[in-house]
């Protein structure tokens, strides 16, 4: 297995312009999740999918940040608009069941908002 | 949720052995205690897992006490390339509630 894919690797934006960053999990995992990781706040979880369904959204920062998982292969996080606040590490990482099982990490997407 | 607590950062020599301590005092019957250690630039990694007493692979150790309200991940002979951060995780197998404290930087040194 090729393990969890994210892309793109990095992302350089504008103030104000949409980002999205695309996520394709482990095939047969059921559950997805959404970090941001920055030298201030560390890893922190933005959003958990259990069988494509959104479990805990409580980490996503504003109305800002929006996920989806239209498929059990495929999610997004999308940031309209983006600020240079939202500069960060956005990891996805997938599991078979749960937080609690062994979670497995993408490479990370770098975004930095100017 | 049980919450854990490790130290900021830990400095070591290659060839000593390290071992990292975690406290999450209010682990409840269910939970489990999962370490993953982080490089730069990548994403964690799953180092071990274990419920009580002691856990080995071929990367580390995790002893629990009999009370399980402490952790301690053993890292044997380390090296120059097992500097990383170290994150413990206490929750059960369906705990949806989970997360990821600072953790601990282990600075390995020749």
């Known amino acids: 297995d090729a393990g969890v894919i994210q892309s793109p690797r990095h992302e350089v934006t504008e103030m104000g312009q949409e980002v999205t960053l695309r996520c394709k999990p482990i095939?047969?995992?059921?559950?997805l999740f959404w970090y941001r990781q920055t030298m201030m706040r560390g890893l922190e979880l933005l959003i958990y999918?259990?069988?494509?369904?959104?479990?805990?959204d409580s980490g996503m920062p504003e109305d800002r940040f929006s996920a989806k998982m239209p498929n059990a292969s495929f999610s997004t996080l999308k940031i309209q608009p983006s600020e240079p606040r939202d500069s960060a590490v956005y990891f996805c990482?997938?599991?078979?069941?749960?937080?609690?099982?062994?979670?497995?990490f993408g490479p990370g997407t770098r975004l930095t908002v100017l | 949720l049980a919450k854990t607590t490790q130290p900021i950062s830990m400095d070591s020599y290659e060839g000593q052995e390290v071992n990292i301590t975690c406290s999450h005092n209010?682990?409840?019957?269910?939970?489990?205690i999962t370490w993953y250690q982080q490089f730069p630039s990548q994403g964690p990694r799953f180092i071990i897992q274990?419920?009580?007493t002691k856990v080995t692979n071929e990367v580390a150790s995790l002893f629990i006490p009999a009370d399980r309200k402490s952790s301690t991940l053993s890292l044997p002979r380390v090296s120059l390339s097992d500097t990383a951060v170290y994150y413990c995780?206490?929750?059960?197998?369906?705990?949806?509630?989970?997360?990821f404290g600072a953790g601990t930087r282990l600075t390995v040194k020749p």
């Open positions: 990482a997938s599991s078979y069941s749960g937080a609690g099982d062994t979670q497995y």
């Open positions: 095939s047969g995992h059921n559950s």
């Open positions: 999918f259990n069988n494509n369904v959104p479990i805990d």
């Open positions: 209010n682990i409840a019957t269910n939970d489990y």
């Open positions: 274990g419920y009580k």
């Open positions: 995780l206490v929750g059960d197998r369906g705990n949806n509630d989970m997360r």
